[in-house]
T-cell receptor, first 112, second 115 residues
């Protein structure tokens, strides 16, 4: 089962920041937080990942709380093309291997 | 271009037939995965492979089979034993499966419809 909790859906106005929350209260010290997004009928696309520190790349910023029990993905200037399902995942330790588990994610709709 | 190639993009299967979905990667990744996605749902793991000639069942392996004869290839066969195979199938790969810091990359997916 997925170890993260995300809102089912969110919406955002084009040009504004989209802030997508994720709760991962049972995360352990060496588990990473990953974010992916999936546009309809395409494969999920990697966005960003982090362990403890906040991270930023050309697509987004990842803010991880100090206790690491939650994180927020920030799309600083959302566009219509950012409409997608966003998945927050953490490492699944089944068998000691990294088996990514994807829940239902957050459906983000960016409107004009 | 480097990446993961799935084929075909769309496939129709008659009842009782086996079909094979192709997945090829040129990323030199050790680990490969197959997921199934039903409309409006998340991804469920079918099979994964950490190394050539080795693979493990995921959460919903019944009615599916795989092989890993080459590092770059991980085909998925949907057998007639799979009672509800209509779904979107996603292949993925990562540099290694044993460390949590490895990013997983996905192909573009294959739609399978039973007619």
């Amino acid at each position: 089962d997925a170890k993260t909790t995300q809102p089912t859906s969110m919406d955002c106005a084009e040009g504004r920041a989209a802030n997508l929350p994720c709760n991962h209260s049972t995360i352990s010290g060496n588990e990473y937080v990953y974010w992916y997004r999936q546009i309809h009928s395409q494969g999920p696309q990697y966005i960003i990942h982090g362990l403890k520190n906040n991270e930023t790349n050309e697509m987004a910023s990842l803010i991880i709380t100090e206790d690491r029990k939650s994180s927020t993905l920030i799309l600083p200037h959302a566009t219509l093309r950012d409409t997608a399902v966003y998945y927050c995942i953490v490492r699944d330790t089944s068998g000691g291997s990294y088996i990514p588990t994807f829940g239902r994610g957050t459906s983000l709709i960016v409107h004009p | 271009d480097g990446g993961i190639t799935q084929s075909p993009k769309y496939l129709f299967r008659k009842e009782g037939q086996n079909v094979t979905l192709s997945c090829e990667q040129n990323l030199n990744h050790d680990a490969m995965y197959w997921y199934r996605q039903d409309p409006g749902q998340g991804l469920r793991l079918i099979y994964y492979s950490q190394i050539v000639n080795d693979f493990q069942k995921g959460d919903i392996a019944e009615g599916y089979s795989v092989s890993r004869e080459k590092k770059e290839s991980f085909p998925l066969t949907v057998t007639s034993a799979q009672k509800n195979p209509t779904a979107f199938y996603l292949c993925a790969s990562s540099m290694g499966a044993l460390y949590s810091g490895n990013t997983i990359y996905f192909g573009e997916g294959s739609w399978l419809t039973v007619v």
